[in-house]
Nanobody, 126 residues
Framework: QVQLVESGGGLVQAGGSLRLSCAASGRTFSRNAMGWFRRAPGKEREFVSSISWSGGSTYYADSVKGRFTISRDNANNAVYLQMNSLKPEDTAVYYC???????????????????WGQGTQVTVSS
């Protein structure tokens, strides 16, 4: 089991930056691939980024590639999402999610992640 708690959301102007954090509890964290998803108002939850359990492989949605960076600190059971050059269309609730242990990070579907945080709101003003 993995419990996840996101933080770091807030209100920022377009072009600004935010860093989201996800604190994980559970003995298996260092063996779980992790992901970030988001849900904009009126839209389905969508994949943003994922990282392998070792941190050696990362994946991004085309919409955030070059602007967002995912990273993890297995010693401190944390995953981060650095978001730069934010746009109003990045406004959403952002969720941290975990896969089962030793599964691939090349997963972009909601159903592939059994563990979820409660989400943190990111609002980008124009």
């Amino acid at each position: 089991q993995v419990q996840l708690v996101e933080s770091g959301g807030g209100l920022v102007q377009a072009g600004g930056s935010l860093r989201l954090s996800c604190a994980a509890s559970g003995r298996t964290f260092s063996r779980n691939a992790m992901g970030w998803f988001r849900r904009a108002p009126g839209k389905e939850r969508e994949f943003v980024s994922s990282i392998s359990w070792s941190g050696g492989s990362t994946y991004y949605a085309d919409s955030v590639k070059g602007r967002f960076t995912i990273s993890r600190d297995n010693a401190n059971n944390a995953v981060y999402l650095q978001m730069n050059s934010l746009k109003p269309e990045d406004t959403a609730v952002y969720y941290c999610a975990a896969r089962n242990i030793f599964t691939s990070a090349t997963a972009s579907e909601v159903v592939e992640y059994p563990y979820w945080g409660q989400g943190t709101q990111v609002t980008v003003s124009s």
